[in-house]
């Protein structure tokens, strides 16, 4: 049996399993991966804002 990758309780379901996360956690891994890729800038804007060196 494997375990949630995110609260690591055991996971019951083959979607489950298959995905690596439970329901609940998936829709919380989901919201996180979305507002990490918000925040991300891309090497192209560093470039064209002059920052870069």
């Known amino acids: 049996m494997s ?4 609260c690591n309780k055991p996971l019951k379901t083959v979607k489950s399993i ?4 439970g ?10 991966d979305a507002e990490f890729e918000k925040i991300q800038i891309t090497l192209d804007e560093v470039v064209d804002s002059g920052v870069a060196v």
């Open 23 to 32: 329901p609940v956690c998936k829709k919380k891994q989901a919201a996180e």
């Open 18 to 21: 298959d995905i690596g996360y």
């Open 3 to 6: 375990n949630c990758k995110r």
